[in-house]
């Protein structure tokens, strides 16, 4: 039995990402914007045990330093987590000029979310990570990400995922410069165009296949050694 932390697992990628994790017999930490929504609270009455539910809000550091301090007497390690919690405004049918129509107040929220979010998340819950003996990191960014010619949609989104791509790839830097012998696997992952509220506009896969070819990774089942461990949910290699 593993134990498995996720965000923005009320809906989407992150619930079936929990769910999956509890019929696999884990443990789950499932870290939601509202705790009262239906899933969730159907799932918690499932697994009383093994699902702890935790409200906070992801780019709110005080929160996340509580929700990290507050698990110290039910938990000694975390296996995995999973970044998964993130947000996109506007869509590619949006009729505007991408320079000066700029929402700002959006372009802010998407870094705060996406980024910086993410890297609040670690800062706190790392230090249960490194009580694994099998650890890993799947921080979600999307084949946005990718710093190719082409493309214009999407911008504050993509700038986001570019930057989580490094966020992910500066902290896989340090890991296995500085700190090899804790085995940190570290993975940023494209999860595939998901049937969900947020990739309904492009969707290609439901998020369950997405969360199959997950747990393949982080299950191990899936292994790359990538010096720039960009792929998507199948393990395969993402362009950068
Ligand atoms: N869907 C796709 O096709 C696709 C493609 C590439 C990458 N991705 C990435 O995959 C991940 C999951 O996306 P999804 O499709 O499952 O989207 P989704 O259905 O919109 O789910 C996103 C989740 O993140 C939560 N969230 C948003 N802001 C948060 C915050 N500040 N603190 C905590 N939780 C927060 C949301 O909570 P609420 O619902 O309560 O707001 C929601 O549970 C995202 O990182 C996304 O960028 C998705």
Known sequence: MATGLITGADTGLGFELTKMGLLKGNRMIAIVLNASGEQITGLQSEYPDKLTVIAAD????????????GISDKFEGIDFIVNNAGVLFGSKYDKIDEIVDL????????????????AI???????YLYHSSYPVIINIT???????SGGYNYLSYSVSKYAANMYTQKIRNYL??????????????????MQTVMGAENAQISPSE?????????????????????????GETMPH
């Open 58 to 69: 992801i780019t709110e550091e005080e929160a996340i330093k509580n929700a990290a301090a």
């Open 121 to 127: 998340v670690l800062k706190y819950f790392m230090s």
């Open 176 to 193: 296995h410069d500085v700190r090899p012998e804790l085995g940190v696997r570290i993975f940023m992952m494209h999860p595939g165009r």
């Open 142 to 148: 999307s084949e946005a990400g990718y710093l190719g």
């Open 210 to 234: 997405s969360a199959e070819g997950i747990y393949k990774v982080i299950e191990g089942e899936i292994d790359p050694k990538l010096d720039i461990p960009f792929i998507n949910y199948k």
């Open 103 to 118: 929402d700002v107040a959006k372009f802010r929220k998407t870094l705060d979310v996406n980024v910086t979010g993410m």
